[in-house]
């Protein structure tokens, strides 16, 4: 018997990533996604609703407004995290979040830390302690920082462009401080 040589068959050529995404992106255009690629909506969230009723939150924004010391601790996914105020500062797990700085003699400016927010943003805590204290402070305009998938945005733009702009502390806005109590004008 004569052994016949074997015929190599031609593989079949595999697509590559770039042509797999080029091919998915042709497919996106022209008929919309699948129903199980289809992104989930953002779910609108009342940011910091947790933190405004409660009362320790309180005592911690008195506390701030008075220049005084307060501390209380929050649970998020198992781990125990402090929140606290030395009268200029709020911070969150040690790290400093929020500060004050004397603008006049009845007010003082509040800036955001801007890389404790961009190194913790993925703590539900600390998005929902930055949100409120903005919204507990009624001389603030209207709260800027928003939170979409756990990203920071302010003002719509990302935390990260909005500080390459502004620079390391985000100026949030001014507020009537308690420190000096006020006289009485007659």
């Not at 409660?54 to 008075?66: D, I, Q, S």
């Not at 961009?118 to 930055?130: F, S």
Request: with cysteine; net charge positive; hydrophobic share 40%.
């Amino acid at each position: 018997m004569a052994a016949t040589p074997k015929k190599d068959k031609p593989k079949a050529k595999r697509q590559t990533p770039e042509e797999r995404a080029e091919g998915l992106r042709y497919i996106h255009m022209m008929y919309g996604p699948t129903a199980g690629e289809a992104r989930p909506v953002a779910r609108k969230t009342n940011l910091g609703a947790p933190y405004l009723s409660h009362p320790k939150f309180l005592a911690l924004m008195t506390a701030f407004r008075k220049g005084e010391a307060f501390q209380f601790s929050v649970t998020d996914k198992g781990r125990s995290l402090s929140v606290a105020t030395d009268g200029s500062q709020i911070l969150f797990d040690g790290k400093v979040l929020y500060y004050s700085r004397p603008w006049n003699r009845h007010e003082e400016h509040l800036l955001l830390n801007h890389l404790t927010a961009v190194q913790n943003q993925g703590t539900e805590a600390l998005i929902h302690l930055a949100a409120a204290v903005l919204r507990s402070l009624p001389e603030l305009e209207a709260p800027q920082l928003i939170c979409v998938n756990h990203k920071l945005y302010l003002g719509g733009e990302n935390l990260e462009s909005a500080a390459a702009e502004q620079g390391p502390n985000l100026l949030m806005g001014a507020y009537r401080h308690q420190k000096a109590p006020e006289r009485m004008v007659r």
